[in-house]
């Protein structure tokens, strides 16, 4: 497609519009600004807060999607807020469903957007307070413009501390392979024990420390505030912490290496600031100084809850879940309650990921051979952090057959007869009234059902999973052969089994945050329809009312409702 | 309640709001405005020295007897217009020498110069006597002048070089030169932000406020401006008072008094732990109560720093505790009025703070420096307003916002 303009009509008349005004004139564009532009003009004014250069209007070759750019010198970036490193004024304004039919007044709400913002610049502190409303943003910025001597860069801090301690806290730092992140962790074994945890490579070790420390909520932290030497930070810490030399005291306390990665970091709400020590002999100086570092908490608060709702992932965090089944269903409902913020999972499942499974499997190609449990927890972990997982290559008949500890709840989602009276009978005898969830679906997905058995609810010996759950009878020749012992397969797709992972999931987190401990059955049922579709001359077990208009339904009974006779 | 003292708070609360250029800006422009004009400042020169020339005359003396010496707000270069008045108070001195002045007698020697200030009522108006001094109202003037006659007292035998008719002591000393001259020495004191090294900072922090054309940035002259300021406060809180309390009123030559030598002390001790000029007025104001002197018996003394004897409170001492009363009252009222003021954000500021200090005349120009703003940018408001869109209020305006990306 040739780079022409998405609208030609809009762009004519705001060209128009602004060639024919006397408070502007049209300016040249540069090559590299060409590839976006289509014309710029200059205002005819200036105003001196705001450096005093003459703001440049653009007018791209997107318009009115993408609204008029309006530019002012790089050097007010940090000086004024909303101002890019570029100089571009970051105006906020989005198109508006009429802006093609008037695209002029589109033009003029951008210029209305900065005529306020010359106006409201003009007081210091209308200023700060829009610096502190984003510093982190601008924090960033102030970070990629800094440029620490060779060797002490780093780009940033992957941070996983206790979000919630009051007092200021030292943890180990150590280096990436790459050199330019750092992790600072305080779990058990340090950052290494995360990093290997998470499966990032450490680079040659060097072991270094963090302190930090939480800045109080009220504190602005602006370009104007941020410390920006070692005894400006010092001076800080000094009263956030109400510690004299805390930090010349952690500094000191022991002989780094040089090239040691020293790091503070100031929690403010949900974001930090770091800054790398840098020692003093490194330059003509009888002080070491700072250099800004970007800081991404990755304890588990944050990147499972962005610090809300903490206390019901906490909740979460400390329960521990089986699954029986690392398939289609159990792979993704693992996932799903990993990142719901459940801690610890055992995996067990015997089967090997093969290239026939990948349509419906959350694993790829590059697991081919390899254990789906195995490989399905190694990626669990990889993604995300301070989840325990462990896998067991081996049948749900064998774990339950191992003696382990009872866990919070079982999740069977091998759809397998043996496994669900196995996990029946175990629970009528050793493990007690451990919650057991069994997910399954019916061929094609035309129906999913989760059954829920909790407290001193039974599954029947009888299993009358199809007889009792599932909504229809299926022949036997459903199930797709294939040329070896035991791989036959029922024809459903990926869509079916997440929306099964899905809804499962939510029963299971219910169950888990003790929302909802009934005994139940949910079940996931398509229209009558779409099971004849399927399987032409198909019968039912029971008169399914599919609301007129709706696809498919989600029941809900109790158990004993479901069971009936059972 | 903070146990840190009342200019400690005010500059954290400042250096948070980053207001300080700002209420220093407008406390300056305002306190310019209630100055004498240049104009007229010139022109009353123009006429006590014409008032020389006719005593001179009337006396019948040659003119070279005759010494004109501004004294008080105008020497020292503090004067304030009073709120509810138009009209300056110029205070000269007006030194008589010669034989016949060697030894005269006060009440006559004041009776007398009264005389010789007659005769050009059209343009001083009539001569009105007061204790020291004749008071020539100058009707179609902003000021009126009051003229304190002195002669020599080459032996200083009352206390200084000039004596002047005291209606209960006969004869009091008068140095208004010496105290003048004590009041500028001070004023001239550099603190270490003001020299080449902090300049840079004034500098750099100038550009993020665009001045007033012609109107000074920050205060030029701390000491001068402190009193001012100081006064105008006193003027205005006193404006509305009982005239038993009006009689308590701290006079001003007690104010400048406590403040110059607050000032000279700050200097002294710690003239490199400031940063910028409001610190300083801040920590003189203070400072002030702690250099009125008081002796075993509870007495007052706020000595004239030019001539020792002289107790510019003398007048404490004897008033069953009225003036004393009425300043520390009035000193704990400016520092709860100036802390009440700048400890809110400049444009969040409101009328009744304002008018505690500065007066209907604050409020004016605080609200002429905010509608500055919304005057501001005439083209770019213009290319707004042609492209059909209503140009807001910048006030009520929707503050400028990002998207906000709620799938992230």
């Known amino acids: 497609m040739s780079n022409s303009p998405l609208d030609q009509s809009a762009i004519d008349r705001v060209r128009s519009w602004l060639d024919a005004s006397d408070t502007v004139a049209a300016v040249g564009l540069s090559v590299a600004q060409r590839a976006q532009h289509i014309a710029a003009w200059q205002l005819k004014e200036d105003y001196p807060h705001l450096g005093g250069v003459r703001p440049r209007i653009f007018l791209s070759r997107d318009f009115p999607f993408s609204p008029l750019r309006i530019e002012l ?117 340090g950052p290494k024990a995360a990093a290997e945890a998470i499966g990032w490579s450490l680079g040659t070790i060097v072991h270094g420390s963090a302190l930090i420390a939480r800045l109080p909520e009220d504190r602005r932290w602006t370009p104007s505030t941020w410390p920006k030497s070692f005894e400006s930070l010092s001076a800080l810490l000094d009263e956030i912490t109400d510690t004299t ?14 090239e040691a990665p020293l790091f503070v970091v100031l929690l403010q709400g949900s974001v930090g600031f770091g800054w790398r020590v840098i020692p003093y002999s490194t330059r003509a100086s009888s002080q070491p100084r700072v250099a800004p570092v970007k800081v991404s908490r990755i304890d588990r608060r944050w990147t499972l809850a962005r610090d809300h709702q903490s206390e019901q992932l906490d909740v979460l965090t400390h329960k521990r879940v089986v699954v029986f089944g690392c398939g289609s269903v159990g792979a993704p409902m693992i996932e799903l309650l990993a990142r719901a913020g459940v801690g610890s999972f055992e995996v067990i499942d015997p089967d090997l990921m093969r290239p026939e499974n990948i349509s419906r499997h959350p694993l790829g190609i590059q697991s081919n051979g390899g254990y789906k449990a195995t490989e399905f927890c190694q990626r669990l972990k990889n993604s995300v952090p301070g989840v325990k997982i462990t896998s067991h290559t081996m049948t749900a008949q064998s774990w339950l057959a191992g003696g382990h500890p009872p866990p919070d709840l079982i999740l069977d989602c091998t759809g397998d007869r043996a496994v669900r009276m196995a996990t029946a009978h175990a629970r009528a005898l050793g493990f007690g009234p451990v919650p057991n969830m069994m997910i399954w679906m019916e061929p094609f997905g035309a129906a999913a059902h989760v059954v829920t058995i ?10 009358p999973a199809e007889t009792a759950i599932n909504v229809a009878y299926w022949p036997d020749d459903v199930e797709v052969r294939h040329p070896g012992c035991g791989q036959g397969f029922h024809l459903y797709g990926m869509a079916d089994a997440w929306e099964t992972a899905a809804v499962a999931t939510r029963r299971a987190i219910a169950l888990l945050r003790e929302d909802d401990t009934r005994s139940d059955v949910v079940s996931l049922i398509q229209s009558r329809g779409y099971f004849e579709r399927v399987w032409p001359g198909i019968t039912f077990h029971r008169q399914i009312l599919i609301p007129s208009g709706a696809e498919s339904v989600v029941e809900r009974r109790s158990l004993a409702e479901a069971l009936g006779g059972f | 309640m903070t146990n840190k003292t009342f200019s400690k708070r005010i500059q954290e609360s400042l250096n948070l709001t980053k207001s300080t250029e700002r209420w220093e800006q407008l406390m300056v422009s305002l306190l310019r405005r209630l100055e004498l004009d240049p104009g007229a400042r010139k022109d ?86 007061k204790n020291r001094c004749w008071r020539l109202p100058f009707p179609n003037k902003p000021y009126y002048f009051d003229v304190t006659p002195a002669v020599p007292d080459p032996i200083h035998a009352y206390g200084a070089a000039l004596r002047v008719r005291d209606p209960e002591t006969a004869w009091s000393p008068s140095n208004p030169t010496e105290f003048a001259q004590w009041f500028c020495d001070r004023a001239d004191l550099q603190f270490s932000f003001q020299s080449a090294t902090g300049l840079g900072s004034l500098i750099e922090a100038r550009k993020s406020v665009e001045p007033l054309p012609s109107d000074p ?33 701290p006079i001003s030559v007690i104010i400048v008094t406590l403040a110059g030598l607050a000032f000279e002390s700050i200097w002294l001790t710690r003239r490199n732990s400031f940063t910028s000029p409001i610190e300083v007025v801040l920590a003189v104001i203070e400072e002030m109560p702690n250099w009125i002197e008081r002796d075993a018996a509870g007495n007052y003394f706020v000595r004239n720093p030019a001539l020792k004897k002289e107790n510019f409170a003398e007048r404490w001492n004897t008033d069953q505790g009225l003036r004393a009363g009425e300043f520390f009252r009035w000193h704990q009222r400016l ?5 009440a003021l700048l400890t809110d954000e400049y444009s969040k ?19 002429a420096s905010l509608e500055e703003i919304e005057q501001s940018a005439p083209l770019l408001k213009g290319l707004v307003a042609s492209s059909g869109i209503e140009v807001s209020n910048p006030r009520v305006a929707t503050p400028v916002s990002r998207n906000t990306r709620t799938l992230a």
């Open chain 2, 335 to 339: 520092e709860d009025d100036i802390e």
């Open chain 1, 245 to 258: 030399g805390i930090l010349t005291a952690w500094y000191g306390s022991r002989q780094w290496p040089n």
């Open chain 1, 454 to 463: 909790v407290g001193s609810d039974q599954w029947p010996g009888s299993d």
């Open chain 2, 44 to 129: 009353a020169e123009r006429e006590y020295m014409a008032l020389a020339d006719r005593i001179a005359d009337h006396l019948d003396i040659p003119r070279h007897s005759v010494d004109v010496v501004p004294q008080g707000s105008m020497r020292t270069q503090t004067t304030i217009r009073p709120p509810g008045r138009t009209n300056f108070d110029l205070d000269v001195v007006v030194v008589l020498s010669g034989p016949r002045y060697a030894n005269p007698d006060p009440e006559l020697f004041f009776e007398e110069f009264g005389a010789a200030l007659q005769g050009n009522e059209a343009v001083t108006g009539a001569p009105t006597a």
């Open chain 2, 349 to 367: 500021s409101n009328e009744r703070k304002l008018k505690a200090i500065f007066g209907q005349v604050g409020i004016d120009a605080w609200m």
């Open chain 1, 73 to 189: 010198e790089p050097s007010c970036c940090l000086r004024l807020p909303h101002i890019e490193a570029n100089g571009n004024f970051c105006h906020g304004v989005v198109a508006a469903p009429n802006d093609l039919d008037d695209p002029v007044k589109a033009a003029g709400r951008v210029l209305e957007q900065f005529l306020d913002y010359v106006r409201r610049s003009a007081d210091p502190e209308w200023v700060e307070e829009e610096f502190h409303r984003e510093s982190h943003d601008y924090w960033l910025r102030y970070v990629d413009a800094s440029s620490p001597p060779k060797g002490y860069r780093t780009d940033e801090i992957l941070l996983e501390i206790d979000p919630d301690a009051k007092k200021p806290q030292r943890a180990g730092a150590l280096h990436l392979g790459s050199r330019a992140r750092a992790i600072v962790s305080s779990r058990d074994g």
């Open chain 2, 217 to 249: 940035v920050r205060i030029d002259d701390m000491l001068r401006r402190t009193v001012q300021l100081v006064k105008l406060h006193r003027d205005n809180a006193y404006f509305h008072e009982s005239d038993v309390r009006k009689q308590g009123c």
